[in-house]
């Protein structure tokens, strides 16, 4: 059973940074693409990034710039390391693993993260 453990949420202020971490396990991690979507309340769950299995990597255009994903296969790990934070990114972070790119992109994985909450105060 592929089970994903996400860590590294908290509160930061406008243009502050963190980086969250994505840990997998169940799977051979090396052979999965990874990705990051986000809730914020009220509103439908959003992309934000994916790493294909070689770590190429693709970005919404609200994150572009800002946000940076990484995987280090010997730590079954993904990261999303966030700068310049802002209030609008303010939501509930999901790791997800899939194994069609494209198919992860828009949301169908095989396995999610419980999520961890970011919180931007202005």
């Known amino acids: 059973q592929v089970r994903l453990v996400e860590s590294g949420g908290g509160s930061v202020q406008t243009g502050g940074s963190l980086r969250l971490s994505c840990v997998l396990s169940?799977?051979?991690?090396?052979?999965?693409?990874m990705a990051w979507f986000r809730q914020a309340p009220g509103k439908e769950r959003e992309y934000v990034s994916a790493?294909?299995?070689?770590?190429?990597?693709t970005y919404s255009r609200s994150v572009e710039g800002r946000f940076t994903i990484s995987r280090d296969n010997a730590k079954n790990t993904v990261y999303l390391q966030m700068s310049n934070l802002e209030p609008g990114d303010t939501a509930t972070y999901y790791c997800?693993?899939?194994?069609?790119?494209?198919?992860?992109?828009?949301?169908?994985?095989?396995?999610w993260g419980q999520g961890i909450q970011v919180t931007v105060s202005p």
């Open positions: 997800a693993a899939g194994h069609w790119f494209a198919d992860l992109v828009r949301g169908s994985a095989r396995a």
């Open positions: 169940g799977y051979d991690f090396s052979d999965i693409c």
């Open positions: 790493i294909d299995r070689q770590g190429a990597s």
